[in-house]
C-alpha cells in the first residue's frame, strides 16, 4: 500500500470536510525535517461535517488501525459523534482523525490560526499555525514529541530570522 498523504487530503476536500493539518505532516509543510507515515487532521465535530468525512473515509476505504479485524466499525456519522479520536488504515495510508488534539480546544481553535499550503495537484489545505503545533506536541509529551518539539523551535527562529532580514533589506 503506497503512502499518498496529498490524495487523502485530497479525498478530504472533494467531500468538503472541514479540517486543519496537524501532527507531522504539518511539521514537514512549516519545514521540519522529520519524515512521518500518517496523516493527522483536527476535524470540526458538527453534524454536516461529520456526514461528509464519513462519506470521504468510504471513498478510502478506511478501516479501523490497531485494532482486531473481527471489530465492527459502521462508517457514518453516529460512530464519528461518540467518539473523538479515530487511527483508520485507508488505500491511501494511515490517517488520523482528532477531534480535540491536546493542548488545544479544537477545531475551531486550530482553523482560526491556520495557514493555507498549496500541496501541488490543485490541493490546497489549512494547516495548523506553527506555534499550535509546537503546543500540541508539548501537550502530548510523547518521546518523540519532545524531540520533535526541539526541532518546531529551530524551525520557528529560522522563520523569524528570515522575517527580520526581510523587513531590514
Not at 139 to 157: G, Q, T
Request: glycine share 8%.
Amino acid at each position: 500500500m503506497a503512502f499518498d498523504p496529498i490524495g487523502a487530503l485530497d479525498v478530504l476536500q472533494r467531500h468538503r470536510v472541514r479540517f486543519v493539518v496537524i501532527g507531522g505532516l504539518a511539521g514537514r509543510l512549516w519545514g521540519s525535517p522529520t519524515m512521518t507515515n500518517d496523516v493527522d487532521v483536527c476535524y470540526a465535530r458538527d453534524t454536516l461535517n461529520l456526514e461528509r468525512l464519513a462519506a470521504a473515509l468510504v471513498e478510502l476505504g478506511a478501516t479501523l488501525r490497531g485494532v482486531d479485524d473481527d471489530v465492527p466499525f459502521l462508517l457514518d456519522a453516529m460512530p464519528l459523534e461518540r467518539g473523538q479520536n479515530f487511527t483508520f488504515m485507508t488505500v491511501l495510508g494511515p490517517l488520523d482523525l482528532l477531534g480535540l488534539p491536546a493542548g488545544v480546544r479544537g477545531f475551531d481553535d486550530l482553523a482560526a490560526n491556520a495557514t493555507t499550503f498549496d500541496l501541488g495537484d490543485g490541493v490546497t489545505v489549512p494547516v495548523c499555525d506553527l506555534d499550535d503545533l509546537i503546543r500540541m506536541k508539548r501537550a502530548a509529551a510523547r518521546p518523540k514529541d519532545r524531540v520533535e518539539v526541539e526541532i518546531l523551535a529551530a524551525v520557528r527562529e529560522e522563520l523569524d530570522r528570515r522575517r527580520r532580514d526581510d523587513r531590514s533589506s
